[in-house]
Nanobody, 120 residues
Framework: QEQLVESGGGLVQSGGSLRLSCVAS????????FFWYRQGPGRERELVAS???????NYADFVKGRFTISRDNAKNTVYLHMNSLKPEDTAVYYC??????????????WGQGTQVTVSS
């Protein structure tokens, strides 16, 4: 069964660092684009970072310079390295995988999320 499993969340003080992992049990991992989203209490889900199948990355302005997304195709794993964490980064972080199979449709999978809490 296709699934994404996030891990690495936890409690950290302001200014600290954390590394999130997303292990994707999917066929043809290297052909997927991956995205990290987050959703704080009472907030809308927002895009944090992305890494395409070709390696191109992109970041939301509010994490640029602090977060780094990467992938290891041999391990079927995507990472989100988070540095200089702020209380505003507190949220549930979700891993998302997308692959356009054809003009008829695409594959879109979500993980269950991992909680990140940043204290002052």
């Amino acid at each position: 069964q296709e699934q994404l499993v996030e891990s690495g969340g936890g409690l950290v003080q302001s200014g600290g660092s954390l590394r999130l992992s997303c292990v994707a049990s999917v066929r043809a991992f290297s052909r997927f684009d991956f995205f990290w989203y987050r959703q704080g209490p009472g907030r809308e889900r927002e895009l944090v970072a992305s890494v395409r199948s070709g390696g191109m990355t992109n970041y939301a302005d509010f994490v640029k310079g602090r977060f780094t997304i990467s992938r290891d195709n041999a391990k079927n794993t995507v990472y989100l390295h988070m540095n200089s964490l702020k209380p505003e980064d507190t949220a549930v972080y979700y891993c998302n995988a997308q692959y356009k199979v054809s003009i008829e449709g695409s594959l879109n999978y979500w993980g269950q999320g991992t909680q990140v809490t940043v204290s002052s």
